[in-house]
Nanobody, 115 residues
Framework: QVQLVESGGGLVQAGGSLRLSCAASGSTFSINRIGWYRQAPGKQRDLVARITSGGSTAYAGTVKGRFTISRDNAKNTVYLQMNSLKPEDTALYYC?????????WGRGTQVTVSS
């Protein structure tokens, strides 16, 4: 079992920055990759960025160049640094872990970008 807790969301003006954190606990050794997803009201949940256990990263085209995913293995935490935020980045951001025991989700953290 893996538990995920997101934090760092909030209200920010367009052009601002936020850093989200995803703290993992439990069977963290079993995690293959962790991803950040987001879901705006009335829309589907989409992948924003992900990082593998080997450190490889991938980004959605809409955030490439503005967002950076990273991890601190000692803290079992994955970060999402979000710069140059736009109103269309407003969504509930979820952390997802893909592990050998299954897939796990956090409860999400709200990001709201005002214009």
């Amino acid at each position: 079992q893996v538990q995920l807790v997101e934090s760092g969301g909030g209200l920010v003006q367009a052009g601002g920055s936020l850093r989200l954190s995803c703290a993992a606990s439990g069977s963290t050794f079993s995690i293959n990759r962790i991803g950040w997803y987001r879901q705006a009201p009335g829309k589907q949940r989409d992948l924003v960025a992900r990082i593998t256990s080997g450190g490889s990263t991938a980004y959605a085209g809409t955030v490439k160049g503005r967002f950076t995913i990273s991890r601190d293995n000692a803290k079992n935490t994955v970060y999402l640094q979000m710069n140059s935020l736009k109103p269309e980045d407003t969504a509930l951001y979820y952390c997802n872990a893909d592990s050998i025991s299954g897939e796990y989700w956090g409860r999400g953290t709200q990001v709201t970008v005002s214009s």
